[in-house]
């Protein structure tokens, strides 16, 4: 068994283990195959994305296999390996996929994502200085919004390794847990990503404050789909986001808003966190 197939394999348990249904003929070489970023847990990620899956296979007529990775390392890794048809997934690594492997941006999600720093209800910061001496989480420290929020907190007088000291956490879940817990005074973490925290634990948290504003997902083809597949499933996509039942309980259960064709400048707008984030995918880790 390849490595591809044994990794769908292992997405077939898990898809089943969460009571989403899934075509025995999805292995097959008609299967178009979505890689999702993992920026919340696989659970949550998986449940979120039936109702496009069920709407693409019935519009399309085709299999559409759902996937996405342990971590951040491991699905940029399959990105550049071009193991995805499709990806969606954050807009400083899609910007990087685009430029270095050839990817062909097809839309953009509503709205822009967001930059918070959460805290716990039983310890509220007053301040941005109250950071200082402390330690902070971040749910996904490679996204776009951990590098813009970073640099706010530089511009405010707050350094990285200097004036606070951060630790990373494997999935969203657990970076409420941390913070409740008392093991860091407060969370960096994106919009959705502080959606998808369980209830109990969102329940015992506050937004102390929005810090950042970053283009939000993207979704591209592999230079080596077929064009013409390319163009079905992003045709598919806005009538999807904007005629669909699924799409409503899409957007209603994922916080994002709409999927539209990417304005002009939207792309360029990334580069400026180009370099940084070619720089922490070519570290280990």
Known sequence: MTNKNKRRALLLASISSIGLPFSSRAANNS???IGLLPNISSRILLAQYQPMRDFLMRKLGRQIQISTAANWDVFFQRTAALEYDVVITASNL???AQLDFGYVPLLCYEP???GLIACAKERPLKDIRDLNGQTLVLSNPKSIVALRSLQWLEEKGLQKGKHFKTIDTPTD???GNVVVRGDAIAALLS???FKAIPEAIKAQMQI?????EVPGFIVLANPKFAAADAQAVKAQLLQFATNSEEGKAFFA???FSNIREI????LESIDPFVAATRKLFAQPG
């Open 31 to 33: 299967a178009i195959e």
């Open 94 to 96: 899609a910007r990087v």
């Open 112 to 114: 822009n994502n967001k």
């Open 173 to 175: 879940d657990s970076v």
């Open 191 to 193: 919009g959705g990503e």
């Open 208 to 212: 102390f404050a929005t810090v950042a």
């Open 253 to 255: 259960s994922s916080g």
């Open 263 to 266: 304005p002009a400048g939207f």
